[in-house]
């Protein structure tokens, strides 16, 4: 089992940058497919991007701008954010789930959540 705590939200503008980080107690992150997601208001919890052993994948709507990273010796996982658009505003939430063959994109695929935390990009 393993805890997850994000930190690092905040309001920012547009074409600011933001780092996440997302600190894992119990069991080591890379144990694990890592994964972020985001829920803005009124829609669904989409996959955002996520790392399985050494590879990465990520949403159309963040490639370029997003970079998902891990540290093993500090247990976390961190998602570095630039050129922020307001469209990105949502709560971002870190998962951990089971290592498999494949990313896994979908919520329900992620066993472990941390509690959120609000990224919110003024215009």
């Known amino acids: 089992q393993v805890q997850l705590v994000e930190s690092g939200g905040g309001l920012v503008q547009a074409g600011d940058s933001l780092r996440l980080s997302c600190a894992a107690s119990g069991r080591t992150v890379s144990s694990y497919t890592m994964g972020w997601f985001r829920q803005a208001p009124g829609k669904e919890r989409e996959f955002v991007t996520g790392?399985?052993?050494?590879?990465?994948y990520y949403a159309d709507s963040v490639k370029g701008r997003f970079t998902i990273s891990r540290d093993n010796a500090k247990n976390t996982v961190y998602l570095q954010m630039n050129s922020l658009k307001p469209e990105d505003t949502a709560v971002y939430y870190c998962?951990?789930?089971?290592?498999?063959?494949?990313?896994?994109?979908?919520?329900?695929?992620?066993?472990?959540w941390g509690q959120g935390t609000q990224v919110t990009v003024s215009s």
């Open positions: 998962a951990a789930g089971r290592l498999g063959v494949a990313m896994k994109r979908s919520r329900y695929e992620y066993d472990y």
């Open positions: 790392i399985m052993r050494s590879i990465t």
